[in-house]
């Protein structure tokens, strides 16, 4: 099984930037789809953003034209830029593995946004 390992959230101002960082190992495909997700205190998991094998990103409305999804060519890592991030972007940030039947999830990391 996929596992997932996530690093870089932390406290920061509105207006500023987070990159989060997902290094996954374990038989990673490039077939696959991965991404984060969040969750707010009393919200259900949201999706933030994906990439897929090919290449085509998928981006929340929310974040859109401020947070940037990439990954490195073998897949052993993704990364989230999170650039002028608001009061509502708080919420715990979770890394998302998927291919076919198989789904794996990082531990979660919390993003803090002070107004």
């Known amino acids: 099984q996929v596992q997932l390992e996530e690093s870089g959230g932390g406290l920061v101002q509105a207006g500023g930037s987070l990159k989060l960082t997902c290094s996954a190992s374990?038989?990673?495909?490039?077939?696959?789809?991965m991404g984060w997700y969040r969750q707010a205190p009393g919200k259900e998991r949201e999706l933030v953003a994906t990439?897929?094998?090919?290449?085509?990103?998928n981006y929340a409305d929310s974040v859109k034209g401020r947070f940037t999804i990439s990954r490195t060519t073998n897949w052993s890592a993704i990364f989230l830029q999170m650039n002028s991030l608001k009061p509502e972007d708080t919420a715990v940030y979770y890394c998302?593995?998927?291919?076919?039947?198989?789904?794996?999830w990082g531990q979660g990391l919390q993003v803090t946004v002070s107004s």
């Open positions: 990439v897929t094998g090919h290449g085509p990103k």
């Open positions: 998302n593995y998927r291919r076919l039947t198989t789904e794996s």
């Open positions: 374990g038989g990673v495909s490039s077939l696959s789809t």
